[in-house]
Nanobody, 128 residues
Framework: QVQLVESGGGSVQAGGSLRLSCLVSGDTLSTYDDNICMGWFRQAPGKTRESVGTIYSPRGSTYYADSVKGRFTISQDNGKNTLYLQMDRLKPEDTAMYYC?????????????????WGQGTQVTVSS
């Protein structure tokens, strides 16, 4: 099984920055021949879950939702099995629980919303 653990959430003022991390572990990930799609999602109070963006391991291709494009950056450290979400120029609308997710052997990644493994989430609160 694959385990995902998010960290780095907190409370910041509008215009501030946060960096979220997602630690990936499990013996399945020790195999190198899978195309891995990883994504960040968020769910604000009273709203449905929405995709923030994805990154596809074959070439490191990234995709971002229009609401965060230009402000958020997804990256990964394969050596340490860690996924990152750098969030800059944060807005109150970014307040949500943030989740990371993984899908092994993915044939596509951009726009993907179905993932096999999910983390427990980390809270991000942006005040004005």
């Amino acid at each position: 099984q694959v385990q995902l653990v998010e960290s780095g959430g907190g409370s910041v003022q509008a215009g501030g920055s946060l960096r979220l991390s997602c630690l990936v572990s499990g013996d399945t990930l020790s195999t190198y021949d899978d195309n891995i799609c990883m994504g960040w999602f968020r769910q604000a109070p009273g709203k449905t879950r929405e995709s923030v963006g994805t990154i596809y391991s074959p070439r490191g291709s990234t995709y971002y939702a229009d609401s965060v494009k230009g402000r958020f950056t997804i990256s990964q450290d394969n050596g340490k099995n860690t996924l990152y979400l750098q969030m800059d120029r944060l807005k109150p609308e970014d307040t949500a629980m943030y989740y990371c997710a993984a899908y092994l052997g993915a044939l596509y990644c951009e726009g993907r919303e179905t993932f096999a493994f999910w983390g427990q989430g980390t809270q991000v609160t942006v005040s004005s």
